[in-house]
């Protein structure tokens, strides 16, 4: 037997078509159709001539698939799970519905499938259930609002200078092993708080095409940290067939807009689309679409930008929301407006080659970047972030107050420091004011470090920010600034809670600013530094 590959579909239908003659009327084949070619997930079918491009259809044995490719005499499709009950010859038929995930709020704190079923050994998933398509148009820009609420990710270098605002899309990029999908982890791991309050900010993890034991690595730390109880993970590994993990990103899409376009706030991290964008060459090569830069197919770029289009912030009003394009049925006496997706895609580049094709593609598509990097990551500066040229073009508008007010000097401080950072390696010859400079930014890189799973609280990064850029940690060893942080905020905490209570929700004056500089001050004395 000829296999997909050596043998050409006109070939295969003619073929067929005298063969089958006779077996369904032209009118029957609108409807149906009959497998030609079946092998790598991919089923080729002669028929179905009124199917329509990622519609569902159904095979023979019950198996599901979404058609992807229409050609003049026939049409490809990815099989859906298992294709081994898929044959040549098994008759097909169309189910006149886009293809769609059944997402249920019992999602929360499971591990499935892109196809919704469960991972996890938990038992099967529970109701009710909504139907929600994979492939979806993004609300249209009547229906959002612009960024203006924080998507607090606990990492200080972040939340300070690439502030994320819910609804934005922020690109984590960097090569392997740079903490990258620590980011996202510790971002996930930073809602627990909003959770607890009853404030929750859904998130789902979308694992594509990393090898299963980082997947179950991942779900573990999740376990651990508290955070599966307001956590959904898709996962679609390396060992899995190429046309789920070209389809988990989309279900996890899915997922996100339920909680959405039902007025929650969602967090929904794709990890990573460079796999992804893999995944979807390969399933284009074997339907023999004709191969572009770097054997992508031509609309490689609008796989991505289709959806990460997909994340919004929603109108408040009700009305207005309810009024939204491409409403899933299922769902739409449930929606509310004022929801979000706010998305963390993450791409892996090679040997930092961000202008590769993906890696451009996704960058122009994303509201910023997050660039880390491995000499940053072996210098022992982690998170590696690369704040100079890591950006977030909405984020700032979601800021706190307190936040913006002492941010802003950061960034200039820390500008200043790595202008002035090359000079100091000639050492001695450097005037007072350019060493002081120096030695700050020192003290404020090592305040930017954080180990992971230590999230921390907004208020907490705003009091331990002030001391360093009011200069009150110049006299500081370096090597103490952790400790400082570490009493620092013990201290505040201890006696100045209603203060810090007030930074949370916004506020800081120049009072406020004396007492923190005392309570500062206090604790440096300790450590045996005088201010
Ligand atoms: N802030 C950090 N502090 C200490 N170790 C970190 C930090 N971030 C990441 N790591 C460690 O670095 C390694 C690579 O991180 P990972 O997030 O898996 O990278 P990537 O997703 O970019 O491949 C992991 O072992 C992780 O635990
Ligand atoms: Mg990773």
Do not use: W
């Amino acid at each position: 037997m000829k296999t997909l590959t050596d043998l050409r579909p006109d070939e295969v239908t003619a073929l067929l078509e005298q063969q089958l003659a006779g077996q369904l009327s032209s009118k029957e084949l609108e409807e149906m159709g009959i497998v030609l070619q079946v092998g790598d997930g991919i089923a080729r079918i002669y028929g179905l001539t009124e199917v329509e491009a990622g519609e569902m259809i159904e095979f023979a044995s019950g198996a599901k698939g979404i058609v992807l490719n229409l050609e003049e005499d026939n049409v490809g499709a990815v099989i859906m799970g298992s294709s081994s009950s898929v044959h040549e010859g098994d008759r097909v038929k169309r189910l006149h519905r886009t293809a769609s995930i059944l997402v249920s709020e019992k999602m929360l704190g499971r591990v499935i499938n892109p196809l919704g079923e469960p991972l996890d050994g938990k038992g099967p998933i529970e109701g009710p259930f909504y139907e929600s398509p994979y492939e979806r148009k993004a609300p249209g820009v009547i229906f959002r609002r612009p960024v203006h609420q924080p998507l607090q990710t606990g990492i200080k270098a972040i939340d300070a200078m690439i502030p994320i605002g819910r609804g934005q899309r922020e690109l984590i990029i960097g090569d392997r092993s740079t903490g990258k999908t620590a980011i996202a982890l510790d971002t996930i791991l930073n809602q627990r708080e909003n959770y607890e309050r009853g404030e929750p900010v859904y998130c789902i993890y979308v694992a594509c095409g990393q090898k299963a034991s980082t997947i179950a690595q991942t779900v573990a730390t999740l376990e651990k940290y508290g955070a599966m109880p307001y956590t959904i993970v898709v996962a679609a590994s390396a060992s899995d067939p190429a046309p789920l993990v070209f389809l988990a990103p989309y279900a996890g899409a899915a997922i996100g807009e339920f909680f959405r376009d039902t007025g929650r706030h969602a967090l929904i991290i794709y990890d990573d689309l460079s796999k992804q964008a893999a995944a979807y060459r390969e399933v284009s090569l074997l339907l023999r679409r004709p191969p572009g830069r770097e054997a992508y197919p031509g609309d490689i770029f609008y796989l991505h930008s289709r959806l990460l289009e997909r994340a919004a912030k929603i109108i408040d009003d009700d009305a207005v929301a309810r009024q939204m394009n491409n409403l899933p049925e299922s769902f739409k006496p449930l929606v509310k407006g004022g929801g979000s997706l706010t998305a963390l895609p993450i791409i892996e580049t090679q040997a930092g080659d961000v202008a590769a094709y993906i890696p451009t593609n996704v960058i122009s598509i994303t509201d910023g970047q997050i660039y880390l990097e491995p000499n940053l990551f072996n210098a022992g500066v982690r998170p590696a972030i690369n704040v100079g040229i890591s950006v977030s073009r909405v984020g700032g508008a979601a800021q706190i107050k307190p936040m913006k007010r002492v941010a802003g000097r950061l960034k200039l401080e820390l500008a200043q420091y790595r202008e002035l950072e090359a000079f100091a390696k000639f050492g001695s010859d450097l005037d007072p004011a350019t060493l002081r400079q120096i030695e700050r930014g020192r003290r404020l890189v090592e305040l930017l470090k954080q180990p992971q799973y230590q999230t921390v609280k907004v208020e907490h990064q705003v009091a331990v920010i002030f001391a360093g850029t009011r200069g009150l940690l110049d006299k500081l060893p370096v090597e103490k600034v952790r400790t400082f942080e570490e009493q620092y905020i013990r201290y505040l905490e201890a006696g100045h809670r209603p203060l810090l209570d007030k930074i949370r929700q916004g506020q800081l004056d120049e009072a406020m600013e004396s007492t923190l500089e005392k309570a500062a001050k206090e604790v440096l004395a300790g450590l045996g530094v005088q201010v």
